[in-house]
């Protein structure tokens, strides 16, 4: 057998997914986060992973799109062989997250709801997949009150489906000004996604996904003043 490291590997994964120095342990412990993440929200505290690299394209065999380890996936697959019975994603990030779609599809106690511009990379998402990966395309443009109504859509389908554990793939790339897609969401817009994933009153554990503007930190800021409730 030959170990391939980083210092030995011999190409990037991909244009977007480069082989950098270090990668496997930054990934890592970006995994190691998420799985903190879910141990504190089940300690009854509200939690935020702010680690990269983000997770939500990376499929069990496949590195794409800035993932390397899909973190949300492996936090729910951990769930699910602890004890939990139903777990659900609710990924908002403007991207589909094909990689969880993938992971998650049809597989018991999981549920995969997905909201993201399309058409937009990775291209996938266009409709339902499985009996258990719904998916919310939206037009590049949407005006923010029409996006909300299908954020509240998806979130709908996520409490019918009364997951004991709500694991969010928080994206902040649908925000008006970020430079890799064409949608409209301001930061208020992600306060209220905040409260949203409050109210479903049950443990939630948000990781960071994509988000490419300046802004970043203060829509970062919103979201958590609306999961705990200021
Ligand atoms: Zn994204």
Same mark, same amino acid.
């Given at each position: 057998m030959k170990i391939i490291t980083d210092e030995s590997?011999?190409?990037?994964?991909d244009g977007d997914t480069p082989a950098h120095p270090d990668i496997f342990d930054h990934a890592s412990r970006s995994v190691g986060a998420a799985l903190a993440a879910l141990a504190a929200a089940r300690q009854g505290e509200t939690v935020f992973s702010l680690m990269r690299? @983000? *997770?939500?394209?990376?499929t069990s065999d496949r590195v794409m799109g800035f993932c390397y380890f899909n973190n949300i996936a492996i936090a729910a697959l951990e769930a699910l062989a602890t004890g939990a019975k139903r777990v659900a994603v609710f990924d908002f990030d403007v991207h589909h997250g094909n990689g969880t779609e993938a992971i998650l599809?049809?597989?018991?106690g999981a549920a995969f709801f997905s909201i993201h511009q399309?058409?937009?990379? @990775? *291209?996938?998402?266009?409709g339902d997949v499985g009996k258990n990966c719904f998916n919310f395309p939206v037009a590049p443009r949407t005006p923010r009150d029409e996006y909300r109504k299908v954020l509240t859509r998806a979130l709908d389908g996520l409490k019918k489906f009364k997951p004991e554990i709500v694991f969010v793939s928080a994206g902040?790339?649908?925000?008006?000004?970020?430079?890799?897609a064409q949608e409209t969401l301001e930061a208020e817009d992600f306060h209220w996604l905040g409260e949203n994933v409050r109210t479903l009153g049950v443990p939630a554990v948000s990781l960071l996904e994509g988000g490419y503007s300046t802004a970043l930190p203060d829509l970062i800021f919103a979201y958590l003043q609306g999961l705990a409730g200021k």
């Open positions: 590997a011999l190409a990037d994964f690299p @983000p *997770g939500h394209h990376a599809v049809d597989r018991p399309h058409p937009c990379y @990775p *291209g996938t998402g266009t902040f790339d649908a925000y008006v000004r970020d430079p890799l």
